[in-house]
Structures are given as structure tokens and as C-alpha cells.
């Protein structure tokens, strides 16, 4: 129910930027058409919903489908075939895969993320650092290393040298984001724009060594993209400055 | 009239599509298999820790099935009119309701921050992130089969024989132990092993209740799902042992105790 109210108020958010900036008047005779479909990572959702619309309401004959979820069952999905046009991933390890696979080719970053500690409002259990996902009294929960949010997760704590005594190891960054604002968890560690998202629900807590670990976000056409002119058109849009300035104001960093 | 006996054509073409429809998904399973590399995947370390979850909280499950499920039977046959209909309401809530929505209501009471959780969490009995956790999900989308599987042979069997027992002398605990459990034992049976593999399979109440952590709350249907995303042909093997695992129950116990699953 949260998430999707999030979501409406994201792409509301674009639609009022949009009419806001009164930016170039949709051409008529726009060349693409068809449907453009994106396989975006979790972390992407609120953000690329905005994309979609401003990419959308700038070529009305096209349509924009972005099916959101862990980058790596993305991937494998996408080298089994899936008919997909672009793949935005949450690391370049996961996109490597697709392009080993030969699916895509010349993948460009196009934002980085880091690593945050939330934890639920009020903070209920005290956590004050890294150093606390060891209390074995403490609910903690993580992203499996099977998945990009996961291994960042794997990364961080051992630069740290914490042992964390996690409770839970979820499919994705989201599943993590959603028990730290029900309570269920007393900590995790999510990405700094999923903390972003959940706003007053979750309570954000620095952690200084995060800025060593760095996830770096590829995003490619795929090469059997059903519509590759306008998957083309639906990259470059991303990687534009207005494509920076939504990913900027969901926070996530530049390239 | 043989034709009149007979399915027409049409009848039979559709079945045949019915039948492919339920089997080839299996059949493919078992061809995609990465049978080379199978002994590997099976015998490492994940895979043996989520299987012997898997069977210690289906078997746990399916005694607290019984253990609570065959008097809710009991009453359930005693009941009648608004009570029956409003009694059968409740059982049957849970065997149509997504797992995934099972698992939330069990949060809201038995969570953390639950109307009962809360206190346990306090008295230091929280039950998320447990393998009791996995019991109580497990518990709470099987049972309704065992209840259903119970009332159904307590409707078709003789009651008198409760009666009789009573006028020569036997007080009610004695009835339901020595007259209604061996009446209804075919039923009784064959709704543990409903439960047994239905609690094998539980993914989704699971997950959204009690977590995922390899060895506590990781059983085999949520590695499985996750081994999807980094390493299909786990996957892939561990679907295998799922299906292995059902079908052995079910072949295992068929002639014995289940008169409806006889071929």
C-alpha cells in the first residue's frame, strides 16, 4: 500500500514537473512508436516511474513498461529470453552476466548509490552504528549476497570488521526496507534512496566507511530489443540532465 | 448403449489438453534437470540444511494439525445452522486466502509489534525469525485440509456407535479416544498427509512471517525461489527434490491409507 502510494506521488510528481517546465511541445510527427520495455533493479522504482512518464508525455506514440525487481533474477530472466528492450541493473557484476550472455552490449553507468543503516522510527533498539548489527538481541535485517544489495551489504561489513547476527536475508533491497518500517527488524541495511523513499518511517543512521562501497548502476539496449529506436531514445533520456535531476532528487549520486 | 458410456471426442481432446496442462510443466522439470551436476547441488551444505527444515517443520506441523485440527472437526460435525455455516467460514478463510496475505495477518498478531507479539517479544518469547515461526505458518495454511478431511469421513461414518459406547458407560474422552478416532482414522490420515505436503510447500506465509535465514526460517521452497536468482540450475534441483519429496509421500502412503487417491 505504501509503495504504490509512493509511486503514484512520484509519477504525479513528474507530471506536475513536466507541465511545470512547459518543456518542448510533444512533435506530432515523433518517429517512435510502440512500447518500450524496461527491466529495471528495485532500488530503480520510484525513480524510473518518473522517467517513464516525462520519457512518455515527450513521445506520445510510445509507451513505457518497466517491470522492477532483483537485478539478478532480472538478468537471468533476460539471458532465458525475456523480450525486454533495456536493462538498468543495481551493480555492474549483475549487467556483466547479461553481456557475457551476449544480451547486451556497451552498458553506460548512469548513477551510484551507497549503503545506509535505517532503522524504525524512535529507533527502538538503540542502534547507533554499524558496530550493533552483532547484538544478538536485535532483529537485523539484510539483503541476501545472492543479490546486489546483498554483496554491498557483504562488502561494507567487512571493511567495518562487524559480524552481524542477522535475523533475516532478503530477496531484495525493498523486503529489507519494509520490515525496518513495520518494526519487524530493529536495523538493516538498505540503499541511501530506498531510505529516502520510506521517509519519516525509518530513521536514517550515517555510516562513514559506506563511502567505500559504491554501487555503480549500468543500464544498455538489449541486442534482441523488440523496439531498439526507441530503447535507444529511452537510455538517452536517462543518461540526459533531466534524466539526472529526477535520479538526483530521489538521491541518488551522479556518475 | 456403449455411446451413451463413452466420452465424445471432443470430451477427450479437452481432457487430453487438461492433462498436459497439469503434467508437461513437471515433465520439463525433469528434462531441464542438470542431472550431471545433481549429486553435487543436492549434497551441499544449503541444500541438505534446507531439506532437513523442511521435513522437521513439516512433521512438527502436520502433529499440531492433529493435535488441534481433529476436535475442531469434532466440533465442527456437532455444530449446526448459523454456528456450522459461520464455523465453516472461518476454516475455510484460510485455505483461499494468498499465503502471502496469511502471513501479514500473522505479523499483525504474532509479530513483533504485533497485538499479542508485542508482549511475547517483551517476555522474550518473539517468534518471528524462528523455526517456531516456520510452524506457525506452516500450521495455519495446512490445517483447514485436515479439519475438511476429518469432518468429511465424521459425516459419512455411523454415529451410533458413539452413542452406544456412552450407554454402556464410557465417559466422553473415552468416546472420542476409543469410538471416534479409529471411525474416523481413513480421514485423519489422509489429511495429514494433505498437511504434510502442503506444509512442504509453504512459500509465501513463510517468508512474510518468519523470515529467511539459511538453517532457521530458510526452508526448501524459499531457497529454491531465491537460488533463482543468482543459480538456476540450484533452482532447478531443488525443485526436483521438492517434487520428489510429494510424490514419495504421496505413492508411500497411497495404498494404505488414502481410498481416495487409490488408482
Request: aromatic share 4%; net charge negative.
Amino acid at each position: 500500500m505504501a509503495r504504490s502510494t509512493r509511486v503514484t506521488l512520484a509519477a504525479a510528481a513528474g507530471v506536475v514537473l513536466l507541465a511545470g517546465c512547459a518543456g518542448p511541445a510533444p512533435s506530432t510527427d515523433d518517429p517512435l512508436t510502440g512500447t518500450v520495455t524496461v527491466f529495471a533493479a528495485a532500488s530503480l522504482t520510484d525513480t524510473f516511474d518518473a522517467v517513464a512518464a516525462e520519457f512518455e508525455a515527450a513521445h506520445p506514440h510510445v509507451d513505457v513498461t518497466v517491470n522492477y525487481g532483483g537485478s539478478s533474477g532480472l538478468a537471468a530472466q533476460i539471458v532465458g529470453g525475456a523480450p525486454a528492450d533495456v536493462f538498468a541493473a543495481a551493480n555492474e557484476a549483475t549487467m556483466q552476466t547479461v553481456v557475457d550472455a551476449g544480451a547486451a552490449a556497451d552498458p553506460a553507468i548512469f548513477a551510484r548509490n551507497t549503503l545506509v543503516l535505517v532503522v524504525p522510527a524512535g529507533n527502538p533498539g538503540e542502534v547507533t552504528g554499524l558496530a550493533d548489527l552483532s547484538r544478538p538481541e536485535l532483529a537485523v535485517a539484510l539483503c541476501d549476497p545472492a543479490v546486489p544489495c546483498g554483496s554491498a551489504a557483504l562488502q561494507l561489513l567487512d571493511i567495518a570488521g562487524v559480524a552481524a547476527a542477522a535475523d533475516t536475508l532478503e530477496q531484495d533491497v525493498r523486503g529489507v526496507l519494509t520490515r525496518v518500517e513495520l518494526g519487524e527488524a530493529d536495523a538493516g541495511l538498505v540503499y541511501a534512496t530506498d531510505a529516502a523513499a520510506a521517509g519519516p518511517a525509518v530513521d536514517v543512521i550515517a555510516v562513514p566507511q559506506a563511502e567505500e562501497v559504491v554501487n555503480r548502476y549500468p543500464i544498455a539496449v538489449l541486442t534482441g530489443a523488440p523496439n531498439p529506436d526507441a530503447a535507444r531514445a529511452f537510455v538517452d533520456a536517462v543518461l540526459s540532465s533531466a534524466g539526472r535531476r529526477l535520479l538526483a532528487d530521489a538521491g541518488f549520486m551522479a556518475p | 448403449m456403449s455411446r451413451g458410456a463413452r466420452p465424445s471426442p471432443l470430451i477427450i481432446a479437452v481432457a487430453c489438453i487438461a492433462l498436459a496442462f497439469l503434467v508437461l510443466p513437471l515433465v520439463a522439470l525433469v528434462i531441464r534437470a542438470p542431472w550431471a551436476d545433481l549429486p553435487r547441488l543436492l549434497i551441499s551444505e544449503p541444500v541438505a540444511q534446507a531439506l532437513g527444515l523442511s521435513l522437521l517443520t513439516g512433521l512438527i506441523s502436520t502433529a499440531a494439525c492433529l493435535v488441534l485440527g481433529i476436535p475442531l472437526a469434532v466440533l465442527l460435525s456437532y455444530s449446526s445452522g448459523a454456528a456450522r455455516r459461520l464455523l465453516r467460514a472461518a476454516i475455510t478463510v484460510p485455505l483461499v486466502l494468498p499465503p502471502v496475505v496469511g502471513g501479514i495477518a500473522l505479523l499483525l498478531l504474532l509479530g513483533r509489534r504485533g497485538i499479542i507479539g508485542q508482549a511475547l517479544a517483551e517476555a522474550g518469547l518473539g517468534i518471528p525469525y524462528t523455526t517456531g515461526a516456520v510452524v506457525v505458518a506452516q500450521t495455519f495454511v495446512a490445517m483447514p485440509f485436515l479439519v475438511f478431511a476429518v469432518e468429511g469421513t465424521l459425516s459419512a461414518a455411523d454415529r451410533r456407535t458413539e452413542a452406544a459406547a456412552a450407554t454402556l458407560g464410557a465417559n466422553r474422552w473415552q468416546v472420542f479416544r476409543l469410538v471416534t478416532v479409529p471411525l474416523v482414522a481413513p480421514g485423519i490420515a489422509a489429511g495429514a498427509v494433505l498437511c504434510f505436503t502442503r506444509a512442504l510447500g509453504e512459500f509465501g506465509a513463510t517468508i512474510t512471517f518468519a523470515g529467511s535465514l539459511p538453517g532457521v526460517t530458510r526452508t526448501l521452497p524459499i531457497a529454491s525461489y531465491l537460488a533463482l536468482q543468482s543459480d538456476p540450475e540450484a533452482a532447478i534441483a531443488l525443485a526436483l527434490l521438492l517434487l520428489v519429496v510429494s510424490l514419495a509421500v504421496l505413492l508411500g502412503l497411497r495404498d494404505r491409507w488414502l481410498p481416495g487417491v487409490r488408482g
